[in-house]
């Protein structure tokens, strides 16, 4: 993963909800990227990982496609848009795990991944238990 302008990332070890471990990332106005998934078009996907912390997230995820038809590679992917669904924000809580859950459609067959991001405002936010897959 990739985490623009950042005051802290790091694996934390308190309480995560699973698990020894969760990420905890640090910073105002800072742009969490996650890892890619590997996506299929005509195909319904759920992204769902539980969040805590203080501030606020405002979910999203890229579309991304092959620059040339012949080249499926990661690495020559470019950013084509959106997939919608998600809330428009989250208000962090530190005392409790909360879901966020979104279910995207990949109707793209030039579409190959599916990037998890969130932008976040305020203090810091521990993410855990992430998954995206197909709900055919």
């Not at 809580?93 to 190959?112: F, G, H, M, Y």
Request: one cysteine or more.
């Amino acid at each position: 993963f990739w985490v623009k302008e950042p005051t802290k990332v790091e694996f934390s070890t308190r309480e995560p909800r699973t698990g020894r471990y969760c990420l905890r990332i640090e910073g105002d106005n800072t742009y969490p990227v996650l890892p890619v998934v590997q996506v299929k078009p005509r195909h319904l996907y759920r992204l769902q990982y539980w969040a805590r912390g203080q501030g606020v997230i405002y979910p999203g995820l890229h579309k991304l496609a092959t620059k040339r038809q012949d080249d499926i590679r990661l690495d020559t992917a470019m950013r084509v848009g959106w997939a919608g669904g998600l809330p428009a924000e989250v208000r962090l809580r530190q005392d409790a795990w909360q879901q966020v859950e979104t279910i995207a459609a990949c109707e793209d067959e030039s579409v190959l991944w599916f990037q998890p991001l969130f932008v976040l405002r305020g203090g810091y936010v521990e993410i855990d238990d992430m998954d995206l897959r197909s709900v055919e």
